[in-house]
């Protein structure tokens, strides 16, 4: 089956300009979790959706936003970029059923660029 | 909220030598997952982790899930050049899945 698509893979943006990126998770996850993750870091958490609702949201300024479609796909905005918003941002889809959640599928990333 | 601490930050391991890295959670785990992420690449499951104690091995890889379901445990015997990456514990409670700061891998030659 195919894997988690993310795009673009590259993105170079101006300081100020607003950026969307997208993800399709696995046909048949309904979870789709973001990540930022910049050099040498660990994965800081974004937000997750779950059929068209954020359900959980980490710590991040509310420049950063998400949705998610009937389709299960998610797109991730950008507004009034920083430098420090460079980072590799990954997507991640799972199979949730019950309480127990499955492995995470991750994307290739976007490498955003913010000069 | 749940936290998940990894140690150590950064394992700079000669070849053919054994390490092992941690991963403590602050509250009680329905399961842990462990995943690698190759310099460059993106993070990959490797395995999970759901009854208390278990203990799971992937050819050189022993992975254990504390009695507790709290903290969790991956050795690597003989490492490899091979196993060269970062790798990332991840706790389940409830419908979060917290992912630890990760284990910077280094493997000198």
């Known amino acids: 089956k195919a894997g988690v698509t993310q795009t673009p893979r590259y993105l170079i943006k101006t300081r100020g300009q607003q950026v969307t990126l997208s993800c399709s998770p696995i046909?048949?996850?309904?979870?789709v979790s973001w990540y930022q993750q910049t050099p040498g870091q660990g994965l800081q958490f974004l937000f997750e959706?779950?059929?068209?609702?954020?359900?959980n949201k980490g710590n991040f300024p509310g420049r950063f936003s998400g949705r998610q479609f009937s389709n299960s796909r998610s797109e991730m905005n950008v507004s009034t970029l920083e430098l420090g918003d460079s980072a590799l941002y990954l997507c991640?889809?799972?199979?949730?059923?019950?309480?127990?959640?499955?492995?995470?599928?991750f994307g290739q990333g976007t490498r955003l660029t913010v000069v | 909220g749940q936290q998940v601490m990894q140690i150590p930050q950064y394992q700079h391991v000669q070849e053919g030598e054994d390490f092992t890295t941690y991963c403590n959670s602050s509250?009680?785990?329905?399961?842990i997952q462990w995943y690698k992420q190759r310099p460059g690449g993106h993070p990959v499951f490797l395995i999970q982790?759901?009854?208390?104690?278990e203990v799971k091995k992937q050819k050189r890889l022993t992975f254990q899930f504390g009695e507790a379901k709290k903290n969790s445990s991956l050795h690597i015997t003989a490492t490899q050049t091979t196993d060269v990456g970062t790798y990332f514990c991840?706790?389940?409670?409830?419908?979060?899945?917290?992912f630890g700061g990760g284990t910077r891998v280094l493997v000198k030659p």
């Open positions: 991640a889809s799972s199979l949730v059923t019950g309480a127990q959640r499955t492995e995470a599928f």
């Open positions: 046909s048949g996850h309904r979870s």
């Open positions: 959706y779950f059929s068209e609702t954020q359900r």
């Open positions: 509250t009680t785990l329905s399961n």
């Open positions: 982790l759901v009854k208390s104690g």
């Open positions: 991840a706790g389940s409670a409830g419908n979060k899945l917290t």
